[in-house]
């Protein structure tokens, strides 16, 4: 499969043009609920430009031997804090939309907290054929970039950093 | 008062000297407990070398109006997960040990819920006088980088990410 590495600063720059674009749509958002644990990074940089407290939950879709779980396992969740997203605007913050799966199944835990709305952001989002949806009820669905259905490599799972940078700069696709 | 910048990259080998120093020692941690928002970047990296679960907390020790809170104020705790810090290994990580307040407090809290045993990362220790302390049943206390009382500024909180690393090229101490 085609690998698409992308560096730290260019995540960057993708979370700065994503965070204009919720600010230009009027959407207002009061808190970021960070998916984890690879929503944890793009969350920390949106909040850089949002300027909002972020809370975060952990799935997880396998198990240690990378076997798929039925439906996914709650690592950390929001509970004390559920009544602070009652009656909130959410803005919910992945890394990448893939199979949909995690997206839908976070969307619609957060949607029965009853928040005053709920929007989406995902640095990136693979075009493919998807076995999640994304609910009517959300009120936007923001992508940094679309993506081809690759192998995306993020910097932050390079056990070294200079290769993965050089990964970067060798990309052939024009993303 | 001195700034000093760091790039994503040197964050990144940072956090792998830290993780390599931490595998070192023997100490194995179960589970990584990242203090929220400024830990979530190097925890999130130090998963990468130590495959290990992340959980959060919340803590802010300002206002939004930027005064000092008399104690920090949790954004978000660890409640229905509590049970799966009783009898593990923590590491609990975050960005810049500053005036130890935020660390002795969440260390102290991590305690009271009787892990078997905990240990402490982070990124950067400011070499100034300490309002907090480490308390002795920590087992580790690791440190990426020792810095003088500066301004740090990392990547994440920049506007402008080429600008930063603009500063981070021009910086003049050793570090």
Redesign the interface.
Known sequence: MEQIAF???EI??TV?DLARRIDASGYSPEVIV?I??GG??P???I???LNL????V?I?LYLEDHTTLPSPKK???????EQKLNGRRILLVDEVDDSRTTLEYCIRELLSNDPAALAVAVLHNKQKEKRGEIPAEVSYYWVGRELPDAWVKY????????EH?AAVHSREVAV
């Open positions: 560096s730290y600063n960057h720059d700065a960070a984890g644990t944890f990074i969350a920390r940089i909040k850089t430009f407290p972020i809370y975060t952990g997880s690592i950390q969740w929001i509970d004390e804090v910097p932050w799972d390079a056990l070294d950093i200079q940078d």
